[in-house]
T-cell receptor
Framework: AQSVTQPDIHITVSEGASLELRCNYSYGATPYLFWYVQSPGQGLQLLLKYFSGDTLVQGIKGFEAEFKRSQSSFNLRKPSVHWSDAAEYFCAVVPFSGSARQLTFGSGTQLTVLP | GAGVSQTPSNKVTEKGKYVELRCDPISGHTALYWYRQSLGQGPEFLIYFQGTGAADDSGLPNDRFFAVRPEGSVSTLKIQRTERGDSAVYLC?????????????FGPGTRLTVL
């Protein structure tokens, strides 16, 4: 079955440390890949997206993600985390083929940043 | 410019009542999506409009849920005979076109509580 998996429910890092959030997908063909962030009381905001081409994608707020076809993964990274990065992060996909246009989300990773 | 807006921000109702949730998309966006987010979960797709018509309503859980977009702009999600299990945050998103690569812009959501 088609699915998006975020294995880590909750991650805690210290401010200034590096961050990697994992995302794996299970689709017949590589889907379109997205990372969204959701802060308390805020709507979902797009961090970055990948459709094709360079497998390292740069996004907003200093985030980047790397697409690895062999691992069916699209992990989100940031070299140095800021306290304001504390939020919930969602990986999402849109299938490459077919008529579906809606996003299918993973269950999210809650990020806590320690001072 | 103005983003996606949703009203009300919070709605408390009693089991069995009827509710309407409103979404104002970004001006000019032709595609509009409704998602539902339960506590601790990622958003789940409900219905997608392209213009005035529902292009995909496969995510609506049952016939108590209905949505309209009569003029191709504002959309209303309608829930009849509400049940406690309908309690969730209902998110609306819009995008400029209908392509799978389009960024979906999300509103802040309506938190529905069914007592």
């Amino acid at each position: 079955a088609q699915s998006v998996t975020q294995p880590d429910i909750h991650i805690t890092v210290s401010e200034g440390a590096s961050l990697e959030l994992r995302c794996n997908y299970s689709y017949g063909a590589t889907p379109y890949l997205f990372w969204y962030v959701q802060s308390p009381g805020q709507g979902l905001q797009l961090l970055l997206k990948y459709f094709s081409g360079d497998t390292l994608v740069q996004g907003i707020k200093g985030f980047e993600a790397e697409f690895k076809r062999s691992q069916s993964s699209f992990n989100l990274r940031k070299p140095s985390v800021h306290w304001s990065d504390a939020a919930e992060y969602f990986c999402a996909v849109v299938p490459f083929s077919g008529s579906a246009r809606q996003l299918t989300f993973g269950s999210g990773t809650q990020l806590t940043v320690l001072p | 410019g103005a983003g996606v807006s949703q009203t009300p921000s919070n709605k408390v109702t009693e089991k069995g009542k009827y509710v309407e949730l409103r979404c104002d998309p970004i001006s000019g966006h032709t595609a509009l999506y409704w998602y539902r987010q339960s506590l601790g979960q990622g958003p789940e797709f409900l219905i997608y409009f392209q213009g005035t018509g529902a292009a995909d309503d496969s995510g609506l859980p049952n016939d108590r849920f209905f949505a309209v977009r009569p003029e191709g702009s504002v959309s209303t999600l309608k829930i009849q005979r509400t049940e406690r299990g309908d309690s969730a945050v209902y998110l609306c998103a819009s995008s400029p076109r209908r392509g799978g690569t389009d960024t979906q812009y999300f509103g802040p959501g309506t938190r529905l509580t069914v007592l």
